[in-house]
Nanobody, 125 residues
C-alpha cells in the first residue's frame, strides 16, 4: 500500500491550492481517506475525510466552508481543494487511509494504518 501526497506550495493569503493523494495497492472505494496537517511544534490535526463506499465527508471546524475533500476512485486519488487560504493553514499536509475505521475514530490519527509522506503548504500574509 502506498499513498503519495502532492500539490503543496507557497501561496499568498486568500489564494487556493489543490492537494492530491494518489494511492496504489488498495481498492480505493473500500477505504476511508483523510487529510491531516501538522504545523511546527504542534500535534497532527484532522482536516477532512471521505468515507468509503460513497460515505459521508467530514471537515474540521477551522476549514469548513473553505476546504473540500473529494475522491475519484477510478483514478485512485483523493483531493483536497483549499480555498481562501490563511497563514494559519501553513503546515505539512498528510493523507491517510484505512479500511476498517469507524466514524467515531475518523478524526484520530492513530486509527489510520496507511500514511503518505506529506506535502508542505505555506501561506504568506
Amino acid at each position: 500500500v502506498q499513498l503519495q501526497a502532492s500539490g503543496g506550495g507557497l501561496v499568498q493569503a486568500g489564494e487556493s491550492l489543490r492537494l492530491s493523494c494518489t494511492t496504489s495497492g488498495i481498492t480505493l472505494r473500500s477505504y476511508t481517506v483523510a487529510w491531516f496537517r501538522q504545523a511546527p511544534g504542534k500535534e497532527r490535526e484532522f482536516v477532512a475525510a471521505t468515507g468509503r463506499y460513497g460515505g459521508s465527508t467530514f471537515s474540521a471546524d477551522p476549514v469548513k466552508g473553505r476546504f473540500t475533500i473529494s475522491r475519484d476512485n477510478a483514478k485512485n486519488t483523493v483531493y483536497l481543494q483549499m480555498n481562501s487560504l490563511k497563514p494559519e493553514d501553513t503546515a505539512v499536509y498528510y493523507c491517510a487511509a484505512d479500511r476498517g475505521i469507524i466514524q467515531s475514530s475518523i478524526r484520530t490519527p492513530h486509527h489510520y494504518d496507511h500514511w503518505g509522506q506529506g506535502t508542505q503548504v505555506t501561506v504568506s500574509s
